[in-house]
């Protein structure tokens, strides 16, 4: 009889190395596609990250040569601007330097109209 138990113990303990096998196989198997799902999952991120900035890119350009052409008009219609200043400045810049020293130096003082006379008596 402890024979024939021994041989059913066996059994058992052979049956349970198996199932440990199976289960440990089972757990690698799954472990790897996990691994594997992340990784895939990374190449599709990335891939998308980089169909997504293409299409942003390709979106800059088109809607960017418009301000381009804006900002090219602007720039030559303040260079146009600058230039008639100047023109007028020079045409009339002494004149503005010879009145401004002039009042500057012929001081005429005068009371302000706010300030009221003292009383003559």
């Given at each position: 009889?402890?024979?024939?138990?021994?041989?059913?113990?066996?059994?058992?303990?052979?049956?349970?190395?198996?199932?440990?096998?199976?289960?440990?196989?089972?757990?690698?198997?799954?472990?790897?596609?996990?691994?594997?799902?992340?990784?895939?999952?990374?190449?599709?991120?990335?891939?998308?990250?980089?169909?997504?900035?293409?299409?942003?890119?390709?979106?800059?350009?088109?809607?960017?040569?418009?301000?381009?052409?804006?900002?090219?008009?602007?720039?030559?219609?303040?260079?146009s601007k600058v230039e008639e200043?100047?023109?007028?400045?020079?045409?009339?810049?002494?004149k503005v330097v010879e009145d401004?020293?002039?009042?500057?130096?012929?001081?005429?003082?005068?009371?302000?109209?706010?300030?009221?006379?003292?009383?003559?008596?």
């Amino acid at each position: 009889m402890s024979a024939q138990n021994s041989a059913g113990i066996q059994t058992l303990l052979d049956a349970e190395r198996e199932a440990q096998k199976i289960v440990q196989k089972s757990r690698e198997y799954r472990t790897k596609r996990v691994k594997d799902a992340r990784t895939e999952a990374q190449k599709e991120i990335e891939e998308y990250r980089k169909q997504k900035d293409e299409e942003f890119k390709k979106f800059e350009t088109e809607h960017s040569s418009g301000n381009k052409k804006a900002e090219e008009d602007a720039n030559k219609d303040a260079d146009s601007k600058v230039e008639e200043i100047k023109r007028a400045g020079g045409k009339s810049g002494d004149k503005v330097v010879e009145d401004l020293l002039r009042v500057v130096t012929e001081v005429k003082p005068e009371v302000p109209d706010r300030v009221a006379a003292p009383p003559q008596t």
